[in-house]
């Protein structure tokens, strides 16, 4: 059974603080992805990682970063935490080739609010 | 410039009778669609997906129609089941380099009793 776990459900933060969060996935997938979810603007892409220490930026990469050491795992950092990264953060990992090539596994979310 | 609109933000729909969610894309590079379906407080969760070679995809009670001249899609659910309230979300991907899959801004559908 697939599995994408994110290290948090629910996380508050101050205003300036460094927040990481953490995404592990054991299927072995070459890319992985973090998007941001809020009401009426669906997913949005944050970063995206297609191999260890390789990451590419998605469409609003502002204000975070991201590391990817070791394979299976891929972290979102906000360097310093404001109210608009106020969110729904959702975690993301995907294989390469075959059948449902293109298929996302998606990790629960971590519910982020920054006061 | 949204690449892939769900232009409803809401369908209510009657248990038992058929849920139809459409979708449309602007950008023909797009030859890979796929469904997510999303309940509250949980990621998405993958439902169906097309190939553009194909206009028609279906795996039990869901079926996806794609129109490529039109460049929309649609999700039908026969019949509609009260666990199928959920928001879905429509995605495409354009194959090659760039990874990324876009995605719509969901519908949420609520199947009435």
């Known amino acids: 059974d697939v599995k994408v776990t994110q290290s948090s459900r629910y996380l508050v933060k101050r205003t300036g603080e460094k927040v990481f969060l953490e995404c592990v996935q054991d299927?072995?997938?070459?890319?992985m992805f973090w998007y941001r979810q809020d009401p009426g603007l669906g997913l949005r892409l944050i970063y995206f990682s297609y191999d260890v220490k390789m990451k590419e930026k998605g469409d609003i990469p502002e204000g975070y970063s991201v590391s990817r050491e070791k394979k299976e795992r891929f972290s979102l950092i906000l360097e310093s935490a404001s109210t608009n990264q106020t969110s729904m953060y959702l975690c993301?990992?995907?294989?390469?080739?075959?059948?449902?090539?293109?298929?996302?596994?998606f990790g629960p979310g971590t519910r982020l609010t920054v006061l | 410039d949204q690449q892939v609109k769900q232009n409803s933000p809401s369908l209510s729909v009657q248990e038992g009778r058929i849920s139809i969610l459409n979708c449309d894309y602007t950008n023909s590079m797009f030859d890979y669609f796929l469904w997510y379906k999303k309940y509250p407080a949980e990621g998405p969760t993958f439902l169906i997906s097309i190939s553009s070679i194909k206009d028609k995809n279906e795996d039990g009670r869901f079926t996806v129609f794609l129109n490529k001249s039109a460049k929309h899609l649609s999700l039908h659910i026969v019949p509609s089941q009260p666990g199928d309230s959920a928001v879905y979300f429509c995605a495409a991907s354009a194959d090659g380099r760039d990874d990324k899959i876009i995605f719509g801004k969901g519908t949420r559908l609520h199947i009435l009793p």
């Open positions: 993301a990992s995907r294989g390469g080739g075959g059948g449902g090539y293109n298929e996302q596994f």
């Open positions: 299927m072995d997938h070459e890319n």
